[in-house]
């Protein structure tokens, strides 16, 4: 009788609600995207932009595994085991392996710690809402400078799970915006679900391991002297985009929520004016300085693009 | 002599005339290399095949004296690159495709489209950007963003693919 007492109050505190403690819902959801296995379809759109994705994930003893199916346009998928991606591409008889560098990919939404987040943040709750067919609490998260958008996120009362987040502009207009469209949240997501539905014909594929190795972190030489406020450097990479002869610095900061990359590379073919662009959440802004082209992209307000391509130097 | 060389092989000539135009062609080499070519231009012009390959002689050495063009062969397109081009429309969808390349494009669509500014614009006391130049690449820096695979970046490897394929 103690024994089972013991059990469900260890079940009671895993799944009760965190009280009024936005901080403490804001750890419960980022802990959840990775703790909790689930599976669903969700929607993103940014901007005019709209795509679904299939996504399933479990956590299998301390392995976290998750496959990504986009459902629009030619097929691909994402198997990833904990920071190991595995990229399937059937149509080119081609798997890569890729490392995840920052965790990105919705529903995980931080990148960095509640507390980092609340430096640069107000947290606050929100009213509770039914969503899906859950009892969901939103957690919003105000800027506490010009330099992020305003977001928020829905948090499922029971696990934590964030069901829906968006993000705002400066004029509180929805700029980007996810959600799933249809979920299931559980153990019953079993771990075959998590294979590559290519698994057995990859045998006679090709793989591509280079992608793995370039996202070692590296010293590419380049630094951001005058970061905004915040922002700190998560990664440092050298890749090879397509069409590039040479490979491409990038530097990813985040401020724990969100993130933007500084590209680094010759400025070939030669561009002698700044410009910049906005669509949906995320902008972008490209600064020729002499024979280097800074390019800088991310989900942050123009101003704080600007200020990181502006500063970028050589490293002393 | 050249309208009778014509009609004759129209069969428009009466008896006379042709009998005529026969005995021309047959005295002149040069009457001979007409009527043989008026007979390939119509067999092409049918979309037969010329029935001799045996051109006029001065066809003949005016084709060598052409000099000998080298260029590059176009290499085929493979499939993985219709499948990248494909598939980075795929990747698109979650990114911004066209964000430059349409710009101006979306003013009549959604209100929050027409408030957000689409259309790559020089930043304020900067120059325009100069004639003819390109828009950076603005999808391959999403896709490295957000980690998305690109599967551009497959074009060799699948070279290899390919060969193997035909092994």
Known sequence: ?316 | MTQELSSLMDGELAAGEAQRAIATCCGSEEAKVDWHLYHVIGDVMRGHSPRSLALPNDVVEALKAQPTVLAPRRLPQTTFARVAIAAAASVATVGVVGWIGTQGTREDTAPMAARSNSAIQPVANTVTLPQGAQAPDVQAYLNAHRQLPSPEQYRTVNNRAATAATR
């Open chain 1, 1 to 316: 009788m103690i024994r089972f007492a013991a059990v469900a109050l260890v079940a009671c505190a895993a799944q009760a609600a965190p009280g009024e403690d936005p901080l403490a819902w804001l750890q419960r959801a980022a802990q959840a995207a990775r703790g909790v296995s689930y599976a669903g379809t969700f929607v993103h759109t940014n901007g005019d932009h709209t795509s679904t994705v299939r996504i399933t994930h479990a956590m299998v003893g301390n392995d976290e595994h998750e496959r990504i199916e986009p459902l629009d346009g030619p097929a691909y998928e994402i198997v990833r085991k904990n920071d190991e991606m595995f990229c399937y591409f059937p149509d080119a008889k081609t798997v890569r392996l890729d490392r995840r560098v920052t965790a990105r990919f919705f529903p995980t939404i931080l990148s960095g710690t509640p507390t980092a987040v609340a430096a640069s943040y107000e947290v606050k709750l929100g009213p509770t809402e039914r969503v899906l067919g859950y009892e969901c609490r939103w957690i919003r998260l105000e800027p506490r400078d010009a330099m992020r958008h305003a977001q928020s996120v829905c948090s499922e009362v029971q696990t934590g799970l964030t069901l829906r987040a968006r993000t705002l502009n400066d004029k509180r207009q929805p700029v980007e915006h996810y959600t799933f469209t249809d979920l299931k949240i559980g153990p019953q997501v079993a771990r075959p679900d998590m294979k590559s539905i290519f698994e057995a014909r990859v045998k006679r594929w090709i793989s591509d391991s280079q992608p793995r190795e370039e996202t070692k972190t590296v010293d590419t030489g380049w630094t951001v002297t005058n970061a905004p406020a915040g922002f700190f450097k998560v990664a440092e990479l050298r890749r090879t985009l397509p069409g590039r002869e040479h490979p491409v610095s990038q530097l990813i900061y985040s401020d724990g929520l969100a993130s933007m990359s500084v590209f680094v590379e010759p400025n070939k073919p030669a561009r002698a004016a700044e410009a910049s662009s906005e669509d949906g959440a995320t902008t972008f802004f490209v600064r020729p300085m002499g024979e280097t082209l800074v390019s800088v992209l991310g989900e942050v307000p123009i101003a704080t693009a600007q200020q990181a391509a502006r500063s970028v130097a050589r490293r002393p």
